[in-house]
């Protein structure tokens, strides 16, 4: 029959295809014998299938039987995983690792990855399938190290930079020095099989350098920083050193981060202001001020204007050399050059000058910043002035808090309770009261405490009318008058005999229910008239 009929060989030839699954041959025998030729276009769809699952059976064979003897942890050490052998790169921190068999995997993959395997399908595989699997996310690595493995399949810049980013988010820092430095270097994307290089593998390098940078791998920043140099066409970014930089600096490195900045100058790339503020802020660190000063004038002699970022350090870097003069000095330079001053500009000043008790050149400093109009909107001076109720200059603090206001610049809630707890303290009620009403004018409210305790101020100075007062313009302002408030102007009426008044605080308690019983509402009574009966008998 074989030499009779050609469609028996290719039957025949199926026994030596599938020796260990007569399955195969019986499911399709049927159709063999009715449309041979049908069959033949099946039977090579079949095989490609076919090849597909034996690819993937050895794509994730050695790595279930690790992960079966995996136990199911929150978090596993990447020296002790057991996948490690198999799998050359450690699991994410926190491992989304459970109990899987071969059965799931391959289910899996032969749903959702089907052939023939491109960029874009295996993209959306890993992003909208494999990434969302908690079973399978920690396999994603493999997968792309597998799929570089067909011959007729390329990485494009898309799956590497969602690689590059996956890894590094979730840590995986082996793994990514492996992508970097060996995958995208042999195995190049398809863009760059012209003249011209990837236009995006600077962006994914970069990225991949500041993770090294955040976690302190600064030698393998370095390796991907000169492997980036190899791949791109012309000089590389000023971003990219700049990350580099700051990473050295940031890990106390100063001697390395010089020498990446003399390589920038060697490249021919021109530093930007965050270059060398980034190399000053290293100086100051280092208690280098005199070198820090030197990169200024270098930078201003290299065309680059400082920012307001620049002068804050070397303002810090005075400050911290006890060179206190220095500093002021250059904060009235960055005015005269036109650079804003910015809140923290003012706190570096203020506040540094108050902590070694220079309290008055911090008032007259803040108020020279007021008169000339540049002092930043939201800045805090509750710590000058609490400096300045401390050490009993209560004066001195209200004619700070009234030049800010002069000059539209009102101070926040905290300077202002600060201010009337000290003005409280030494007994200048009057100016609490006046103050007290600026506030509740312009919005700004006190709490309960404060408010009540300043009421029983003025209710002992028999000022209760003016409590009063404040009491109804705090109310339309928001600040609801509770029991006690009510309970200080009764007791403030009753002192001072005005028992109409009196009657009509105690009515309004009745009417929003802060009395609990009519007891209460007699008690109150009683002393307003009892108040009056002995000024009669009087």
């Given at each position: 029959r074989l030499e009779e009929d050609p469609d028996a060989t290719t039957f025949l030839s199926l026994f030596f295809l599938f020796p260990s699954n007569a399955t195969?041959?019986?499911?399709?025998?049927?159709?063999l014998l009715s449309d041979a030729t049908a069959f033949l276009v099946y039977l090579e769809r079949s095989l490609t299938n076919l090849i597909m699952r034996n690819a993937m059976r050895k794509l994730i064979s050695p790595q279930l039987k690790e992960v079966q003897q995996t136990p199911p942890v929150g978090i596993i050490a990447s020296s002790s995983a057991p996948m490690l052998e198999a799998f050359p790169t450690p699991l994410p921190t926190i491992s989304l690792i459970s109990s899987t068999t071969q059965p799931q995997l391959l289910a899996f993959l032969t749903t959702h990855l089907r052939p023939p395997i491109t960029p874009q399908t295996l993209l959306h595989f890993l992003k909208n399938k494999l990434h969302y699997n908690p079973k399978f996310t920690p396999l994603d690595f493999h997968i792309f190290?597998?799929?570089?493995?067909?011959d007729s399949y390329r990485h494009?810049?898309?799956?590497?930079?969602?690689?590059?980013?996956?890894?590094?988010?979730?840590?995986?820092?082996?793994?990514?020095?492996?992508?970097?430095?060996?995958?995208?270097?042999s195995k190049p994307c398809p863009c760059s099989d012209g003249i011209f290089c990837c236009p995006r593998i600077e962006a994914i390098f970069r990225f991949a350098i500041n993770s090294f940078c955040r976690v302190g791998r600064l030698d393998d920043a370095l390796l991907a920083f000169d492997t980036m140099r190899k791949l791109i066409d012309g000089r590389a970014s000023v971003l990219v050193y700049n990350i580099l930089l700051h990473g050295f600096v940031k890990n106390g490195q100063r001697d390395k981060a010089l020498s990446l900045y003399d390589r920038l100058i060697n490249d021919r790339v021109m530093p930007d202001v965050f270059t060398f503020n980034i190399l000053i802020s290293g100086y100051c660190k280092s208690l280098m001020f005199g070198?820090?000063?030197?990169?200024?004038?270098?930078?201003?002699?290299?065309?680059?204007?400082?920012?307001?970022?620049?002068?804050?350090?070397?303002?810090?870097?005075?400050?911290?050399?006890?060179?206190?003069?220095?500093?002021?000095?250059?904060?009235?330079?960055?005015?005269?050059?036109?650079?804003?001053?910015?809140s923290v500009t003012c706190e570096i000043l203020i506040n540094g000058l108050c902590q070694v008790e220079k309290t008055s050149l911090a008032c007259d400093l803040l108020i020279d910043f007021v008169k000339k109009g540049v002092l930043p909107d939201g800045f805090d001076s509750s710590e000058l002035i609490e400096r300045l109720c401390c050490e009993s200059n209560v004066d001195r603090a209200l004619e700070v808090v009234d030049e800010m206001w002069k000059k539209g610049k009102a101070p926040n809630f905290i300077a202002c309770s600060t201010l009337i707890e000290g003005l409280r303290k030494f007994q200048r009620i009057d100016k609490a009261l006046a103050l007290t009403d600026k506030m509740l004018k312009e919005g700004i409210l006190l709490d309960s405490v404060t408010f009540n305790c300043l009421l029983q101020d003025a209710c002992r100075l028999r000022k209760t009318a003016e409590g009063d007062r404040l009491r109804l313009l705090a109310s339309s302002k928001g600040l609801a008058a509770d029991a006690m408030t009510f309970k200080i102007l009764v007791s403030g009426y009753t002192m001072e005999g005005k028992i109409?008044?009196?009657?009509?605080?105690?009515?309004?308690?009745?009417?929003r229910e802060y009395l609990p019983d009519i007891a209460s509402y007699n008690m109150l009574m009683d002393g307003l008239h009892s108040k009056i009966n002995q000024a009669r008998s009087r």
């Open positions: 195969v041959v019986r499911r399709h025998r049927r159709c190290q597998w799929a570089s493995t067909i494009d810049h898309n799956i590497y930079e969602w690689m590059v980013r996956t890894l590094a988010i979730s840590d995986r820092f082996d793994a990514l020095r492996l992508v970097l430095l060996e995958s995208m270097p070198s820090a000063l030197a990169l200024f004038k270098e930078m201003r002699a290299k065309g680059c204007e400082p920012n307001v970022v620049t002068f804050n350090t070397l303002i810090k870097g005075f400050f911290m050399d006890k060179k206190f003069e220095e500093g002021v000095a250059m904060a009235y330079e960055m005015i005269d050059l036109g650079c804003e001053i910015s109409k008044e009196g009657e009509r605080l105690v009515e309004e308690m009745l009417d």
